[in-house]
């Protein structure tokens, strides 16, 4: 069995009009999410042998708080710019899980609504799952090689965000 947890990034900070999409920092709020959510992945949750994250600022941002919380080794940390390019593509987003290396058994799969929000969908049957930034989504995947990754292979497990805290 293969286990993943989505993560919607924190919110992000909307009021530099000149700013690109992709280069949106976190706002005061996404900050303080992330630190509480990343917190309770380590002490409630789990660990991770890995993460998976878009290369746009607000989720480099999100990464590097969980990994620095959860100690992941700077080597197993995937910088994917395919997750934000795709993130209106879930079978884009897809292929990429089908691509991890099997040695990992937990996985963080950082990324962008709506694509997340949908992938979770496909993965666990439901018709929508929706994930409000900073959202942490708990799947266990029926499978032993994410190769073979398909729609409804996954059980969900939990979700949690910051609006709970």
Not at 54 to 61: D, K, Y
Not at 102 to 107: L, P, S, V
Request: aromatic share 12%; charged share 25%; proline share 2%.
């Amino acid at each position: 069995m293969k286990t993943i947890f989505l993560l919607r990034h924190a919110k992000s900070d909307w009021s530099n009009n000149e700013l690109l999409d992709y280069d949106r920092p976190l706002n005061k709020r996404g900050q303080k999410d992330a630190f509480l959510m990343s917190k309770l992945f380590k002490e409630k949750l789990s660990n991770v042998d890995a993460i998976y994250s878009s290369t746009a600022l607000r989720a480099e941002q999100t990464t590097l708080v969980f990994s620095n919380e959860l100690r992941v080794k700077k080597e197993d940390i995937y910088w994917k710019k395919e997750i934000y390019d795709y993130h209106y593509e879930m079978q884009k987003l897809i292929h990429i899980l089908l691509t991890i290396e099997n040695r990992f058994h937990q996985i963080l799969f950082v990324g962008h609504n709506p694509g997340i929000s949908e992938m979770a969908s496909y993965l666990c049957g439901e018709l929508s799952i929706t994930m409000p930034t900073c959202c942490i989504l708990k799947i266990e995947l029926q499978i032993k090689h994410w190769e073979e990754i398909s729609a409804h292979c996954g059980n969900y497990i939990f979700q949690e965000y910051p609006k709970k805290y």
